[in-house]
């Protein structure tokens, strides 16, 4: 029987060399390279087109068509549409061709030898031209098949006025002086080969090949995605739709290997703007592309490479070979091509005093937040003869401190072994009282990691040795420390080795292992960290994905994740792309980032230190990280906005990072568009300010939309009432907001989402009222608004951390719903159900929970009397007014509750042992019993919110977090307002504020503070 061991013993066991030419990075010649004033590349227009063609007409004007697009996919359609434009801004659809039942693919438009021509890709295989009557496009056409094989057909004009037929992935043939009398010739396939790729790369998905001579020099361009090792660039597994190219002297052979000159761009073509001027097309059709399915363009920059430079460190001179004639082909550098990290920026540094390298630099950045509060930085650096030292108290610039380290020269010591010998990859790490440096340097056979003390406490040293031999510890690299809940300390290095340090810290205790994910495969080859986040332990690592070093790849920070020190850990997957050997830190403010320092050619910058906000999603069974889906609130300081925005018009807003202090309107017949957006609602406490559709439309596109966190670190959340309007949102996070609602009964509410993603205590999609919801490969906890006033029966199995494709409706709940939620391909990693309309005299509903790992249950009536018994299992049933709630097979896991009460009437006494995460009253009586010392009940006072005349009595009840968390903030809120009162007994309390309004009080006695406690006083008295 085979056996997988996730954690290897390998003490004893012989070591193994590993560096080699495993650095190299290349600055001057990079495939993105955007300014620091780079903003988003938009869409031309708004239309399903992908595979987009565009050619310079009689009238020199410019004329575009491209494949169709369903559901975000291309697809083959028997309608293709052409466009006109006079300046590339403003567009007008000229005409739509009907084929009737023929469809086709990729079509291309050209104008050649006085006429304008489409190319045709059947499908199914096979491709056709055809050639208008008339210049303005209006007449008649005639269409012949070219292949009976074959796709993505285009035509290419050498200067002597041959025209050559280019299809797939490099077929290109002569055609006859007539075009449509079809080939004159057999066609010659090209090699297509990498530079520098090697046996382990591939390109998969090779496709859309287009031919153009640039300076004299025949250019073929195809689409594919690179793989390496069963995954893609920026370490997908489905790879990215990168442009390729490849140059000759001839059209049809001799061509070079091929590099990525045009990345996420999708089949592309080039044609000449009016002023004579280089452009492409993108196409996006891959996760990481600005855009999906909608039409776009570039200028193309030609850089020379002809020299060869000295990048930076030890790396040596990298000649510029993989650029066929010392021409590199690549995008524009004033727009961002790649979303979430294509807005990266670097943080600027100090220089090292004395370097030899022309610019300040940076590789395998660390930084973390010292025991002062400074943020600190260190990495690969300077001219690597020491170990250097930056500070920062705000992250937005690191000043040089100085040299912490610069070892004696003594030649019996272990470390100058080699003459010149050369430091990497510091990191500084604060446990047991001072700082620590895992360092690597090439010292020979003595070893190329250790590890030093600080002997006066402070990040700046000075250092000494921490062991006292006479050695390194092995000779693989990449030094780390861990520091576990327990205080024991660890070792990590390489690509996931670990070992126990000994109390002393100059020694270990217990033999090397190896974290090794379930799936056999390593996380990453080099640049091994270990943190824990809530319960997981995180291992990331460096690797190459979809190409090896210093070929066309990304290199990317992998991760795996566990629930113990030892495993088993989760199959690997990527966390940040582009990081590589970085690290993931808190920032001062709670929020998890990953360090980086930009080391391939498709990177938003080089060498260079950098970070970025990773999103961070605690499944249960699984831990989520990814960066955040939009960085520009990196690129631009918040612009703050006071008062309403109330939306009446049409109104488009890219780029920027607001921070409104109001509410967000949106009038009837208004549209609001969004693109690369950071909107913050701010606010003195949370649901004071909302998103508020009034019948109008929201467009929003690779953004960010919600809440904020106050200057003490305290959440406040808006909340999203799309009673009637719609809300399109393509590639947008939601953030701090306590739910998106739909409770119109006039209107309806439209929410269509692509993507859409769940970022920092998003709520839910809150299915009510009446609404029509479409979610496609998106990510967000979803509520279920079950209405019982009609009665009726249904069971709910909601399966969570998995792809979900369900229609949820009247047909599959109770009568009484109005809504419908459509998922596809769809993950929930949380469900909320909400038990709406529970009454004391309606028709009897039952409602039978199925087994789900992560659900919170709701429940919402009027006058409603009784006793009401919680707990999480449902080991007896929960009887409320007119419904029953039991669970199907097994236990539900229901892991708190949510009550929602109103009624001058009501009058409910609440037990059990469980949480309580959301409370609001607006009238009657409500007491919640716990038992005495033990405080069972607990309340997270997400939202406990009193209104009008509501009285709620505590008795033996836990309000606020269970426990201390890491930066002890205010996570809650307790508001009080109309004639409203809250009084209580034997209360414990922590992390909670509590504000009155009007003539609202509170009055609790026998408090138990064990945490941070704040009082806002608007109205009536705070007695605690």
């Not at 920032?587 to 050619?601: C, E, Y």
């Not at 409320?880 to 009624?903: E, H």
Request: charged letters at 20%.
């Amino acid at each position: 029987m085979r056996r997988l061991f996730y954690v290897v013993a390998l003490s004893g066991l012989a070591h193994v060399t590993s560096l080699s030419a495993q650095h190299g990075v290349i600055r001057e010649y990079a495939a993105l390279a955007p300014t620091p004033e780079a903003v988003a590349l938009s869409p031309l227009f708004d239309a399903s087109l992908t595979d987009v063609s565009i050619c310079t007409g009689p009238d020199r004007t410019y004329y575009l068509t491209g494949s169709s697009v369903a559901q975000g996919v291309v697809c083959a359609s028997a309608q293709v549409e052409i466009w006109r434009s006079t300046d590339l801004r403003d567009w007008r659809k000229l005409r739509t061709l009907d084929f009737d039942v023929e469809r086709f693919l990729a079509p291309e438009i050209y104008w050649l030898q006085g006429m304008f021509w489409l190319a045709l890709g059947r499908e199914g295989g096979g491709t056709e031209l055809l050639r208008f009557a008339s210049a303005d496009l209006a007449g008649g056409f005639e269409r012949k098949q070219i292949t009976s094989h074959g796709a993505d057909p285009s035509i290419f004009r050498d200067d002597d006025g041959r025209c050559y037929w280019v299809m797939g992935a490099g077929e290109i043939a002569p055609l006859a002086a007539n075009p449509l009398d079809g080939l004159a010739g057999a066609a010659q396939t090209v090699t297509l080969r990498m530079a520098g790729g090697g046996p382990q790369q591939s390109v998969e998905h090779r496709r859309g090949a287009h031919l153009a001579k640039i300076n004299g020099k025949y250019h073929l361009f195809v689409t594919g995605r690179l793989m390496r090792n069963g995954l893609g660039r920026t370490g997908l597994a489905q790879g990215v739709d990168d442009v390729l190219v490849a140059a000759s002297e001839r059209p049809d052979r001799g061509y070079s290997d091929f590099y990525v000159a045009f990345p996420h761009a999708g089949q592309t073509t080039l044609f000449r703007d009016r002023a004579g001027d280089l452009w492409a097309t993108f196409s996006g059709a891959d996760p990481r592309a600005i855009f999906v399915g909608r039409p776009g363009a570039f200028r193309v920059e030609q850089v020379p490479a002809t020299e060869p430079r000295w990048p930076i460190g030890f790396s040596g001179l990298d000649k510029p070979a993989r650029f066929p004639f010392g021409l590199m082909l690549r995008p524009d550098t004033s727009f961002i091509y790649e979303q979430g990290m294509g807005f990266a920026r670097a943080v600027p540094l100090d220089k090292v005093p004395g370097q030899r390298a022309e610019v300040p630099w940076i590789r395998d950045t660390f930084i973390m937040v010292g025991h002062d509060g400074s943020y600190y930085l260190t990495g690969t650096s300077g001219n690597m003869d020491g170990i250097n030292l930056w500070k920062s108290a705000d992250l937005k610039r690191f000043e040089f401190v100085r040299q912490v380290w610069t070892p004696e020269a003594d030649p019996s010591k272990w470390y100058n072994s080699v003459p010149d010998r050369l430091f990497w990859a510091p990191e500084l790490h604060y446990l047991k009282g001072t700082y620590w440096i895992a360092f690597c340097i090439n010292a020979g056979k003595f070893g190329k990691n250790g590890l030093l003390k600080s002997t006066s406490g402070r990040a700046e040293g000075p250092y000494e040795l921490a062991f006292p031999e006479n050695h390194g510890v092995d000779q693989r690299i990449d030094a780390s420390l861990f520091e576990d809940a327990d205080g024991s300390a660890y070792y990590v290095w390489q690509d996931g080795m670990i070992r126990r340090l000994n109390a002393a810290m100059n020694g270990f205790d217990g033999p090397e292992q190896k974290i090794v994910p379930t799936d056999g495969q390593r996380v990453g080859y080099e640049g091994a960290t270990l943190v824990k986040i809530g319960p997981w332990y995180v291992l990331t690592a460096g690797e190459w994905n979809g190409g090896p070093n210093r070929a066309d790849g990304t290199y990317d920070m992998m991760y795996s994740c566990a629930k113990s020190l030892l495993g088993p850990y989760r199959p690997r997957r990527v966390a940040v792309p582009h990081a590589g050997h970085g690290v993931l830190f808190r920032d001062k403010t709670g929020r998890w980032n990953a360090a980086l320092f930009g080391n391939d050619r498709t990177a938003p910058f080089r060498a260079m230190p950098g970070f970025v906000p990773v999103e961070i999603t605690d499944t249960g069974d699984d831990l989520i990280i990814r960066p955040a889906r939009t960085e520009s609130s990196t690129v631009r300081e918040p612009a703050i906005r006071q008062g309403d925005w109330v939306v009446t018009g049409v109104q488009t807003v890219r780029g920027q990072n607001i921070r409104l202090n109001g509410n967000l309107v949106l009038e009837p017949n208004a549209v609001l568009t969004l693109e690369d957006c950071r909107v913050e609602i701010l606010g003195t406490r949370s649901r004071e300010h909302l998103v508020d559709w009034r019948g109008g439309r929201l467009i929003t596109r690779r953004s960010t939309l919600g809440g904020f966190v106050s200057e003490d670190g305290t959440p406040v959340h808006t909340v999203f009432h799309l009673y009637q309007g719609e809300w399109e949102a393509v590639d947008t996070t939601v953030q701090y907001s306590y739910g998106i609602s739909f409770h119109g009964q006039q209107g309806r509410g439209v929410l269509k989402g692509t993507r859409l993603r769940a970022g920092p205590r998003p709520d839910a999609i809150i299915c009510s009222g009446r609404a029509d919801i479409t979610l496609i490969d998106s990510d967000f906890p979803i509520g279920l608004g079950v209405y019982v006033h009609k009665g009726g029966k249904t069971r709910l199995d909601l399966p969570t951390g998995q792809p979900l494709t369900a229609v949820y409706d009247a047909r599959t709940l109770t009568p009484g719903v109005e809504w419908r939620l459509d998922l596809r391909n769809t993950r929930v990693g949380h469900w909320f159900v909400f038990l709406r309309n529970i009454g004391m005299n309606g028709p009897p509903c039952e409602v039978a929970l199925g087994e789900s790992k992560r659900l919170i249950v709701s429940l919402l009536g009027h006058n409603l009397t009784g006793a009401l018994a919680l707990s999480n299992d449902l080991a007896e049933p929960v009887k409320l007014g007119n419904l029953t709630l039991c669970r199907a097979d097994k236990p539900p896991g229901i892991s708190m509750w949510g009550l929602y009460f109103s009624g001058s009437d009501t009058d409910l006494t609440v037990r059990g042992d469980t949480h309580i995460c959301e409370l609001m009253q607006g009238g009657g009586r409500l007491h919640l019993a716990g038992t005495f010392g033990r405080n069972e009940l607990s309340i997270g006072c997400t939202t406990l919110e009193l209104s009008g005349t509501a009285v709620m009595t505590l008795d033996h009840v836990h309000l606020g977090a269970r426990s201390a968390g890491a930066n002890d903030v205010i996570i809650g809120e307790v508001n009080v307002a109309g004639d409203a009162v809250l009084t209580g007994t034997d209360v414990s309390v922590r992390g909670v504020r509590f504000h009155t309004r009007d003539r609202g009080r509170v009055s609790l006695a026998g408090l138990d503070k064990k945490g941070r406690i704040e009082v806002r006083r608007e109205g009536g008295p705070i007695e605690l």
